[in-house]
């Protein structure tokens, strides 16, 4: 294994688990705050709004260093922000022990980020990014077509399109059932995106795996969920498992 390459890929784990922090705390407020963006003001403590300096960015150590409180304010940090910087980091370092290093690495650590990213959105928040599901769609058309790179081209398009229109389709005869919407278009685009990575056979225990997780998970949060169902938390988790039984099956 390279050395070098290998510290380089953490780091960039790190940077991009901090990243999505950032998302995951500023997209669901973005619609109703014109003066935030993902990128801009510069990064700040939720709670009294000030301003961070550069060392209280940095990834884990920042957050150990600074004894889980801001310096500003004393009020603890929520715990999910160094979390989900070593659960990037922990999968890196899993994928450059399984995956050839290199820009295969880079490319399964990216898709992993995406639809960890739209789990958490999902569970907390009942939202998904538009964005990221689209970039999922493209990510799997052309990794598919040049390279066959997960499936064949044929079968991440089709996956692609029943993915969308399967649950597009159940919604439908939802809706005319009920007159109300049952599922979220942010949920058909995810699908179609896990149908575009993996194929069109991939569906099916996506799906069954991802609609359990997601009533699971509905039933130990009621009070809280009220009537809605994270069905895209499910479904991203499901497409997580889903490669790892591939990459696991490849070693038996």
């Known amino acids: 294994m390279?050395?070098?390459l290998s510290?380089?890929?953490t780091l960039f784990a790190l940077s991009v688990g901090s990243f999505v922090n950032t998302f995951i705390y500023r997209f669901p407020l973005i619609d109703s705050?014109?003066?935030l963006d993902l990128f801009k003001p510069r990064s700040f403590c939720p709670k009294c709004k000030s301003r961070l300096k550069p060392f209280m960015l940095i990834p884990i150590i920042s957050y150990i260093y600074l004894k889980g409180t801001c310096s500003f304010c004393k009020e603890k940090i929520e715990i999910s922000y160094p979390l989900n910087e070593v659960i990037h980091l922990l999968t890196m370092i899993a994928i450059l022990f399984s995956v050839p290093i290199g820009i295969n690495s880079i490319i399964v650590f990216v898709l992993f980020s995406i639809l960890y990213t739209q789990m958490v959105l999902d569970y907390k928040y009942f939202l998904l990014s538009i964005s990221l599901n689209v970039l999922l769609i493209v990510a799997g058309l052309v990794?598919?077509?040049g390279f066959n790179y997960f499936t064949s081209f044929e079968e991440s398009l089709l996956g692609m399109i029943i993915g969308y229109g399967s649950l597009w389709l159940i919604n439908a005869v939802f809706h005319w059932l009920k007159k109300e919407q049952g599922i979220?278009?942010?949920d058909f685009l995810l699908f179609a995106g896990c149908g575009s990575i993996f194929g069109l056979f991939s569906?099916?225990?996506i799906l069954l795996m991802g609609s359990s997780a997601s009533l699971l998970l509905f039933a130990l949060n009621k009070r809280k969920s009220g009537r809605k169902?994270?069905?895209g938390t499910g479904l991203a988790f499901a497409a997580i498992t889903y490669y790892l039984i591939l990459r696991f099956s490849i070693f038996l």
């Open 229 to 231: 169902i994270p069905l």
């Open 184 to 186: 979220g278009g942010g």
């Open 2 to 4: 390279n050395l070098e």
């Open 7 to 9: 510290i380089l890929l």
């Open 33 to 35: 705050n014109q003066n």
């Open 143 to 145: 990794l598919n077509y």
């Open 203 to 205: 569906l099916g225990p």
